[in-house]
């Protein structure tokens, strides 16, 4: 299901309120599903990456920051993604040059261009076919609440700028669950921005959206199709971009012909660039590809010896191996 973030999620108002039960509703079902899932655990260390909100929050650029990170430390990480709006729904290895994002979802064919990755449903069974492949530790991209597969390390990601709006669960507010509960799950808070820590959350390791490209502000048509699409807006007005008209889409958007004919119109009559994210250029039909610009990001740590050592010494703690750069 694809849907643009409610509004009233962002604010403690009447609709909210009336939704509570629904909410209390969804959190007794969330819990009893816990509760009656069989946890499995697997032959090498599970690092978990989720949140807590609806969608939005940087779990992506966290995956690909994480995947270095292990990456100079000697493992070959495998990444295991639900493959969000995909058809395919078995665990199957996600090839760029075969499969496209309505087969395996978006977050899934960006991930494999930084290592294997495997697109399903089903955790533990990408599990040991990632490990069967090689795999030396598995990043377990958005699992917070997934229980089937057994997490060494759950690294819990928030947005200081999307914070947790109302601070309410679905459909009251966009939390998936109490940042309590959340926080009971996490070893390592990663916050993304220099905004207060979203309430509930006492410390974090604090990280920064960056470009990878070669800025050129400009007069820019912006759209982003994500949990979370103003974020993708402050971030190009904080690079220079004058942003004359931003259209945020549900997120996982699939993009039609008519959708991108009107944008391409749009911008060719007001002689202004198109630009959307890395992430969306993936879901946008290919002829009209050629007149979209992307504003590729990635992510820095302020310490990011600090996060090496939490994820290194985790490892150790529960492996008993000391794992060092190389």
Not at 152 to 181: C, H, M, W
Not at 264 to 280: F, G, P, Q
Not at 296 to 305: D, Q, T, V
Request: proline content about 5%.
């Amino acid at each position: 299901m694809f849907f643009l973030t409610p509004k009233f999620w962002r604010q403690n108002n009447l609709l909210s309120r009336v939704l509570l039960p629904a909410s209390w509703g969804y959190e007794y079902i969330s819990l009893w599903h816990e509760k009656r899932v069989k946890t499995q655990k697997v032959s090498v260390p599970v690092i978990c990456v989720g949140n807590l909100v609806m969608g939005g929050a940087g779990k992506t650029p966290t995956v690909i920051a994480l995947i270095d990170i292990l990456k100079k430390v000697g493992h070959t990480p495998h990444i295991l993604s639900r493959g969000y709006g995909a058809v395919v729904k078995d665990s199957i290895r996600v090839d760029q040059n075969k499969h496209n994002y309505l087969q395996v979802g978006d977050e899934a064919l960006l991930l494999a261009e930084k290592a294997t990755t495997w697109a399903g449903e089903d955790r533990v069974l990408s599990a040991k076919l990632a490990i069967s492949h090689g795999a030396t530790v598995i990043i377990m991209d958005d699992g917070l609440q997934n229980y089937t597969l057994h997490k060494d390390i759950s690294l819990l990601v928030v947005d200081t700028l999307q914070g947790f709006g109302n601070g309410k669960v679905f459909p009251a507010g966009p939390l998936r669950e109490s940042p309590q509960r959340g926080m009971r799950k996490a070893n390592i808070v990663v916050a993304i921005g220099d905004g207060a820590l979203p309430k509930g959350i006492l410390s974090a390791t604090r990280a920064y959206i960056k470009t990878t490209d070669a800025i050129n502000p400009r007069q820019v048509i912006a759209f982003a199709g994500l949990g979370y699409p103003e974020k993708f807006n402050n971030t190009l007005q904080n690079y220079g971009f004058d942003v004359k008209h931003f259209i945020p889409f549900p997120d996982h958007h699939p993009y039609t012909i008519p959708e991108l004919e009107r944008l391409v119109k749009i911008s060719y009559r007001r002689k202004i660039d198109l630009i959307t994210t890395a992430k969306d250029f993936l879901r946008i039909p290919e002829k009209f590809k050629k007149s979209v610009s992307v504003l590729n990001i990635n992510l820095e740590f302020s310490e990011p010896e600090k996060l090496h050592d939490l994820v290194t010494n985790e490892l150790e703690a529960e492996f008993g191996k000391i794992v060092k750069i190389k």
